[in-house]
């Protein structure tokens, strides 16, 4: 098991996976970038608020896939 850290939001965080590093790096970046686009358009949400409609953003990306 891989761990890396990361920085979400300006978050320091510990990540374990099985994927690599860049992999786990990728995604961080990823996440990071989306909150940071949900945080500029709607700088009034909280950092939670700005965090779950981030992940139903992702979410809806992924079952779009389908």
């Given at each position: 098991?891989?761990?890396?850290s990361v920085k979400i939001?300006?978050?320091?965080y510990?990540?374990?996976?099985e994927k690599n590093e860049a992999e786990i790096v990728k995604v961080?970046?990823?996440?990071?970038?989306?909150l940071k686009n949900i945080s500029k358009a709607a700088p009034s949400?909280?950092?939670?608020?700005a965090a779950i409609?981030?992940?139903v953003n992702i979410a809806d990306k992924l079952f779009d896939r389908d």
């Open positions: 098991m891989n761990r890396v939001d300006g978050v320091d510990q990540i374990a996976g961080a970046k990823y996440i990071d970038g989306e949400l909280s950092k939670t608020s409609l981030t992940s």
